[in-house]
């Protein structure tokens, strides 16, 4: 379990520290005809690597997060965070999901610290409140900590949930389509912010999205995935340099060499 | 009498201190004047056609209104009706919303008590009558026994579909950030969310047990309710039309009291 401290949770050296998708098979059983939403889908994230899920609708993108979640159980295989399969939701994530999620009778504040309590029942009150502070900081929210989210626009929304899911210091950061609810603007803005946190946290990342331009933006490599069954199509390399620039030729070039694999038929 | 009983679902935007009464609203308060004032002529025009034991004037009306707080009749009928209205409003409203939250939450609890439910939902509350005398006797326990099972299927209708349609996004939610348990997910997350949805059961329930007030005193309990009927066997309509306005003038004042009340709780309802 992470500390809330700060401090960089310890992992043994023989563990493996990031994401492990292994073998992971989804089932549906529909009326009569099983659906196989998954099948066979294995890849890894290295610690504090950002990873990018891309692929077309239906290719059980979706399904493979709560699955990685702990929010949905797999058919066949496994997922392992820091080596220990995930049975199920566990504090050692943050998930952010993409219509935010906020608890509308919580405050800006308290919504950020819900998951303190909880992960470290035993660290006192001051600390948590710390802790709250530095993660409003870090998202620029700390005027707005007394508001509600009825009162905050998307792209604020959507900081909170970050600076949620990151409050109880967990390994990998998990998010869903997070900037697909949200104006052009805004989403440029919190990509920017996102790998700005990504940098100062370190945090491994596991991003899923439909945005071709956007996982090219973010990602250190992008799981490409085909449909039906979803299964992974190809991991691309992104050899770009940050900041990156969407005029930069080779910018243009992952991306449409990503929008070709998940194009082409199988 | 203020009839906007649709809670802040209406949209309205009702966010001043004296909303509830619409006093915040000059044209709206002068439009509601001008209605009671209306109706008062009306009804004046009217009783001057008819007997006072088909229809007293509203200054009848008002007379006898004095003349029932004067003697203290009213206040001791009051205070009667609050006796048993107060606790059966209570009980039931509490284990309305406990068992409409269990259930909801708890498919093993819904499974069993589904049946049940349903066979006990529409007995109406006066066919009980007799199981209030049998159990309590003719006194406040056995009114309050009678508003309690009002109440109850109000509150627990209410809760349950309230808990009914809590978000599984923000369960899930609940889930990652540490939640564990059906207890702390229910106390941290399902009743918050489901609050507006409760509130608007208990504020409905609220109404509806004046109503019950009435009826439950019927056998015999003495109060508000027991006035009226006594005055209607001697066509004393004045005393019935006085007593069924502090009925509403009580009803209005818990209203008024539970929508602030709830606008405070309710502060972070968009």
């Known amino acids: 379990m992470a500390g809330v401290n700060g401090e960089p949770a310890a992992v043994s050296a023989d563990d493996d520290p990031g994401v492990v998708v292994d073998r992971v098979g989804k089932t549906y059983d529909g009326d009569g005809d099983p659906v196989r939403a998954l099948d066979d889908v294995s890849f890894s994230v290295q610690e504090g690597e950002f990873v990018c899920l891309v692929g077309p609708s239906g290719c059980g993108k979706t399904t493979l997060f709560r699955v990685i979640a702990g929010l949905a159980d797999a058919t066949d295989g496994e997922v392992r965070l820091g080596g220990t399969p995930v049975t199920g939701p566990t504090t050692d994530m943050g998930v952010v999901f993409q219509e935010y999620h906020l608890f509308p009778w919580l405050t800006v504040e308290e919504n950020v610290g819900f998951g303190l309590e909880r992960s470290d029942p035993s660290g006192g009150a001051a600390e948590r409140a710390a802790r709250v502070d530095e993660m409003l900081d870090l998202v620029g929210l700390t005027e707005f900590r007394d508001s509600y989210p009825k009162s905050l626009s ?35 803005m919190l990509q920017r912010e996102l790998l700005d946190v990504w940098a100062s946290t370190g945090k491994t990342v596991l991003f899923v999205t439909h945005d071709v331009a956007e996982a090219v933006t973010l990602a250190d490599r992008i799981v490409v995935m085909a449909a039906e069954p979803g299964r992974v199509r190809e991991v691309v390399d992104v050899d770009v340099d940050r900041p990156r620039e969407r005029g930069d030729p080779a910018f243009g070039e992952h991306v449409a060499r990503v929008r070709e694999l998940i194009g082409a038929r199988p | 009498m203020a009839t906007d009983t649709s809670g802040r679902l209406d949209g309205r935007d009702d966010t001043g201190a004296y909303a509830g009464l619409g006093l915040a609203d000059p044209m709206r308060l002068l439009r509601g004047v001008a209605g009671v004032v209306g109706f008062l002529v009306l009804w004046y025009l009217v009783s001057l056609t008819q007997p006072a034991y088909v229809l007293p004037s509203p200054a009848a009306v008002g007379a006898r209104f004095i003349e029932e707080f004067a003697s203290g009749t009213m206040t001791a009928a ?41 066979t006990l939902r529409p007995v109406p509350p006066l066919a009980l009558i007799g199981f209030a005398i049998a159990w309590f006797g003719i006194n406040d326990a056995g009114a309050a026994f009678i508003i309690a099972v009002g109440a109850f299927w109000i509150n627990f209708y209410a809760a349950y579909g309230a808990v009914e349609g809590v978000s599984e996004d923000l369960i899930d939610v609940g889930r990652t950030l540490g939640i564990r348990g059906d207890l702390d997910m229910v106390r941290s997350v399902v009743l918050p969310a489901a609050l507006p949805g409760i509130t608007i059961g208990i504020r409905t329930g609220l109404g509806r047990c004046w109503m019950l007030v009435v009826a439950a005193e019927i056998f015999g309990v003495p109060g508000v309710g027991r006035e009226i009927l006594r005055a209607s066997n001697n066509l004393l309509v004045d005393k019935v039309i006085a007593y069924i306005l502090v009925l509403s003038l009580l009803y209005l004042l818990v209203d008024v009291a539970f929508r602030a009340i709830q606008r405070r709780v309710l502060t972070w309802q968009a």
């Open chain 1, 154 to 188: 998307g792209g604020m929304k959507q900081r909170v949930a970050i600076a949620r899911a990151l409050a109880v210091d967990p390994h990998l950061l998990l998010m869903d389509e997070p900037f697909g609810a949200v104006d052009a603007q805004t989403r440029e």
């Open chain 2, 78 to 118: 009051l205070a009667s009706s609050v006796r048993h209205w107060l606790p059966g409003t209570v009980v039931g409203t509490g284990l309305g919303v406990g068992a409409g939250v269990a259930f909801s939450w708890s498919g093993f609890l819904d499974d069993l008590t589904a049946p049940l439910v349903r």
